[in-house]
C-alpha cells in the first residue's frame, strides 16, 4: 500500500469515526452547529482522503496509460478523470 493509501485510509476512518459521533449528536438533538461542524470535519476528512486518492491515481496507474502505446487504454483512463471530477463538483 502506498503512503497516500495509508493517509487516506487513515482519514476515512476518522471520518468513520466522526460520523458516528455526528450520528449520535443528531439521536440526541444536539445543537445544530455543533452537528454542522462536525459534519464539515468529516466532509474536510473525506475530500482529503478522495485528494490523496487522485494524486496516487495520476502519479502511478493514469501516468502509466498515457505511457503505453494503448490509445483505449488512454481514452478510458482520461474518460474516468473526468468522470470522477465532474462527480467530485457536484
Known sequence: M????????INF???STLLQKIIKMTEERNYCIDIM???L???GLLKSAHQMLMENHLNSCFKN??????EK????MTDEI???TK????
Open 41 to 43: 470535519a468529516a466532509i
Open 13 to 15: 476512518k476518522k471520518a
Open 65 to 70: 496509460a498515457i505511457a503505453s502505446k494503448n
Open 2 to 9: 502506498s503512503k497516500k493509501h495509508e493517509r487516506a485510509l
Open 37 to 39: 461542524q462536525q459534519n
Open 87 to 90: 462527480l467530485s463538483n457536484k
Open 82 to 84: 473526468l468522470k470522477v
Open 73 to 76: 487504454l488512454k481514452q478510458e
